[in-house]
């Protein structure tokens, strides 16, 4: 996926194929993420602070925290670590606002509470009131995982507040949104794709707004048990990415939204225009290419906002595929720099492609690379002089380089 900030597009001529080619603006963006996060904003200050969100359990989700830990991954029932990152605030909810009545708000799983938050604020960050909404063509894409809350109940609506389905459909009844709604689940990928289904959607004229993103909020512990058994997890519960020390990922939670509409009609109408999605492409090779669908070459990216979970397999994977990309396209004076939101608040699975695209579009805005925590030394599994591949361990500015800053 390819993300540019708005100088250069506002005067562009239309893209070849019309209104199947058009960029795509994001006009609004709420989110919750670990480190208190409850804003775009506040998720740009904790990463250009440099701020490690990671801590320890939750102690309000009937865990068995005095049983739970073991440093042994092989010990059967436990988790290796004791740390991840949290949203500990997950189970406030006003269900008023949304006409939701108290015994219902208890049976709904604390992921769609928060996506209602998030898409209701993403809409009001726009400048847009979201009760004008309703029966507008407006859609619902939203990347999710996990459906295990309350799967012991048998009460009246313990089915609606858990299932996947429901959590895309809800958003539309309570808004009257009238436009396509769907739940996506492609594991860590799904805000991803949930986004480039939305930008498909726009550019097809399927909806005419679209709210896009990804939900993970963990309420038993069998993610962590589990990864433990497969060696996966960082003992210390934080993401070091690129690293020589990366010695698994760390698992987190945390919600984000985006508002999409497509940019002739952000225009026309006077929306915010935070940044422009050039393009995307999905395939299950790593061969589909964003370049392509954006009409952009590789030397036209400044930086790569990466998955780097911090697997001494993966990363090294993960950085040799963009060195194949992109490295070879730039150069000394103009490289390619490569960080990730990983090394603040762990891997917030179905939720990570989006809390990346909005650092990014606010690094966009700020001018401003931050730096990736815990890669004071990079993975020595790399070949780093294979092209001009630039780990951040530091926080540098943006220039424009002559031209719209650039992210993939």
């Known amino acids: ?85 949290f949203l500990y605030d997950a189970a406030e909810f006003d269900p008023t606002l949304f006409g939701i009545s108290p015994r219902e708000a208890l049976r709904m799983d604390p992921q769609q509470r928060l996506v209602l938050e998030t898409c209701w604020e993403a ?82 004229g399927e909806c005419s707004l679209a709210l896009a993103g990804g939900a993970t909020v963990m309420v038993n512990a069998a993610p962590f048990v589990e990864f433990s058994r497969q060696h996966g997890l960082a003992p210390d519960g ?24 497509r940019l002739s009609d ?13 393009g995307s492409a999905l395939n299950h090779d790593g061969a589909a290419s964003a370049l392509t669908d954006a009409h952009l070459t590789p030397d036209t990216i400044d930086a790569i906002e990466a998955h780097g ?8 994977i993960e950085a ?7 490295g070879t396209h730039h150069t000394p004076q103009h490289p390619l720099h490569l960080g990730t939101i ?17 650092k990014m579009t606010l690094a966009i805005h700020h001018g401003q690379l931050p730096k990736t925590l815990h890669t004071d030394q990079p993975s020595p599994r790399i070949d780093w002089t294979q092209g001009h591949l630039n780990l951040l361990t530091h926080t540098q500015p943006w220039p424009h380089h002559n031209r719209p800053r650039r992210a993939a």
């Open 1 to 85: 996926m390819s993300v540019t900030d708005t100088r250069g597009a506002l005067g562009a001529d239309p893209m070849s194929g019309g209104e199947r080619r058009e960029p795509i603006a994001i006009v609004g963006m709420a989110c919750r993420f670990p480190g208190g996060v409850t804003s775009p904003e506040g998720l740009w200050q904790l990463v250009a602070d440099g701020v490690d969100a990671i801590g320890p359990f939750p102690r309000d989700r009937g865990w068995d925290l005095d049983n739970l830990f073991h440093p042994d991954p092989e010990h059967p029932g436990t988790s290796s670590t004791r740390e991840g990152g």
């Open 342 to 358: 990983k090394s603040n608040i762990g891997h917030t699975q179905a939720a990570a492609g989006v809390a990346g695209i909005i």
């Open 320 to 326: 040799h595929a963009l060195l194949a990309t992109y």
């Open 266 to 278: 952000a225009h026309r109408l006077g929306h915010p225009i935070h940044a422009v999605i050039q």
């Open 309 to 316: 979970t911090g697997t001494a397999l993966g990363d090294p």
């Open 123 to 204: 809409i009001e960050y726009a400048g847009i009131d979201p009760t004008t909404l309703r029966d507008t063509l407006t859609g619902t894409y939203c990347g999710l995982m996990y459906a295990e809350y309350g799967t012991h109940k048998k009460e009246a609506f313990a089915i609606t507040g858990r299932l996947p389905s429901v959590l895309s459909g809800r958003v539309a009844h309570v808004l009257g949104l009238v436009g396509p709604a769907m739940t996506v689940d492609t594991a860590c990928s799904s805000s991803l794709v949930a986004v480039h289904l939305a930008a498909t959607a726009l550019r097809r």
């Open 238 to 261: 934080r993401c070091k990415a690129f690293a020589a020390t990366a010695d698994g990922t760390a698992w987190s939670e945390g919600v984000g939204m985006l508002l999409l509409e």
